[in-house]
Antibody, heavy 119, light 113 residues
Framework: EVQLVESGGGLIQPGGSLRLSCAAS????????MSWVRQAPGKGLEWVSI???????YYADSVKGRFTISRDNSKNALYLQMNSLRAEDTAVYYC?????????????WGQGTLVTVSS | DIVMTQSPDSLAVSLGERATINCKSS????????????LAWYQQKPGQPPNLLIY???TRESGVPDRFSGSGSGTDFTLTISSLQAEDVAVYYC?????????FGPGTKVDIK
């Protein structure tokens, strides 16, 4: 059974850093396209970043240069390093696994972790 | 970036009645080489992550009840719930995966009348 469990969220001051983790089970992270998608409180869904099985990474313009997606094959985990955080980064962050062979089509989702950027 | 719009913002439908949600993309999401529309629909219930309902515009994900159907091509798409059930109360999002970044519509909230 595919499972995704996010962790690492919390309250952080503007300008601070946070690293989110996504522990995967039931499949191999390194052979799949994996994404982070966020949802501000009461708002819609916004794609944040993707890492391809080959290792290429892409980012939304809103986070480019501040966020870094990565994975640890030995731990079968996905990460999102978030630096220079802003109030507008406040959201629930979901990790998601794409449908095999279809990048950007999100098949499995975690339950999410809440990041609150506030002083 | 491809901009996705949805209408209406919300709707209330009686139990057993039909609910129809429209989605429009700012450019075609039909890939001519395989004649597939790179358009998906998700359902999100309060406090839960989104759940993939339909992809390729009209293919139901495994386990999704057949009262859910998707149609359309190019830039105009529709999600239809043929007979609304209480458990269908949720927000529904369309999403294009034709190009990066993948983008979502703003969502349509479906309630019981």
């Amino acid at each position: 059974e595919v499972q995704l469990v996010e962790s690492g969220g919390g309250l952080i001051q503007p300008g601070g850093s946070l690293r989110l983790s996504c522990a995967a089970s039931g499949f191999t992270v390194s052979t799949n396209y994996m994404s982070w998608v966020r949802q501000a409180p009461g708002k819609g869904l916004e794609w944040v970043s993707i890492i391809y099985s080959g290792g290429n990474t892409y980012y939304a313009d809103s986070v480019k240069g501040r966020f870094t997606i990565s994975r640890d094959n030995s731990k079968n985990a996905l990460y999102l390093q978030m630096n220079s955080l802003r109030a507008e980064d406040t959201a629930v962050y979901y990790c998601a696994r794409d449908v095999i062979g279809s990048k950007g089509l999100f098949h499995y989702w975690g339950q999410g972790t809440l990041v609150t950027v506030s002083s | 970036d491809i901009v996705m719009t949805q209408s209406p913002d919300s709707l209330a439908v009686s139990l057993g009645e039909r609910a129809t949600i429209n989605c429009k993309s700012s450019q075609s999401v039909l890939y001519s080489s395989n004649n597939k529309n790179y358009l998906a629909w998700y359902q999100q219930k309060p406090g839960q992550p989104p759940n993939l309902l339909i992809y390729w515009a009209s293919t139901r994900e495994s386990g999704v009840p057949d009262r859910f159907s998707g149609s359309g091509s190019g830039t105009d798409f529709t999600l239809t719930i043929s007979s609304l059930q209480a458990e269908d109360v949720a927000v529904y999002y369309c999403q294009q995966y034709y190009s990066t970044p993948p983008t979502f519509g703003p969502g349509t909230k479906v309630d019981i009348k």
